[in-house]
């Protein structure tokens, strides 16, 4: 085996086994309330039985792929219904590497880890291109590290752990890019509804045969636990992805599924500003606390994570776990999501705790 397990679980239970009260900002758990759409949906489809509890289309549930399709101005055919944006970049991926068109996989640093491992775990070759201090993607620095044995270029907007949301003629170039070199763009946009700046835009706004789309509601409807997420593929890959996803799962899960188009009808936008506000005010409040604690610090425009940076202490697991047990903060190490974080800890926004977080770390550091 020659990829690696992703260490957020492990940072997760170092934290749960500690021997103090520790402040929680590692997962990407949101703790805000989904739509009350979600806990009505689930209610009406527990009294539903029979066929109802029975195995959804593989590609997920007719109405909910319309319903999405519908949203995203595409065609219902091109949605698979996945379990989250997990499975929808595997099988993005697992599709731009079966076209035997390359290797190589184009990757930012940092990274969200699971990307890597995805790659390495289907036989691709991850490459790395390094992005701004600010977390920006030149995709001049793209094209450069591009070629014909490029399989796939992923990116993901509103980035974790960054925070940058990439414009729209970046996503055009990029877009562009992958079909200059016969590669497959992934866009990974779990995230969309958190976006502060007003400048995300979605690949879907370049119509292309080299470009994968996907998503979930695992955050915008703070349903992590539900596995509900979706890709949007071009007609040459979509026989890939539905057999990939067919033979791995069999389908998705009904219940989930049928929760989730209650919650898409009846979800109004007041739901995704009120936790875009929620969001935007603890970003102010953490990097204004941050500054006590004498922290260089990322302000994100997209997302809920914060990168720090303390003199002298590095973005390790050992320095994380020394967080955790004498500061009571739990923070992911920068150097899990590549080398050009190695010396910077990501904190997700996902307590109401951040003024005490950002008081225990000024604390730590005094
Ligand atoms: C960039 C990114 N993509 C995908 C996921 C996983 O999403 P899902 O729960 O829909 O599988 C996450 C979760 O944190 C993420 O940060």
Redesign the pocket.
Known sequence: MDYETPQFFRVMQYAAAADRDVIDMVS?NPDWDAPAGITEGLHEYADLGGVDYQYPPSEGLTELREEIAARRNVDPESVVVTN???EA?HLALAAALDREAGREVLLTDPV?PYYPGKTKLLGGTPRYVPVADDGRLDPAAVRERAGSDTAAIVV?TPN?PTGAVYPEDTMAELVGIAEDCGAVLVS?E?YDHFDYSGKFASALGVDSAHRVVTN?F?KSMAI?GFRV?YGIFPPALRDAARTRHMLANVTGSRPAQYAVLKALRSTDREYYAANRDRLEERVATFTDALDDAGAEYSTPDGAFYVMARFSGFPGTMANAERLIDEAGVAGMPGETFGETRADWFRFALVTPDVVDAARRLADFFE
Do not use: E, Q, R, W
């Open positions: 990407g989250g944006a997990g970049n969200y993901n974790n990974d779990v979930s695992s992590t997420g």
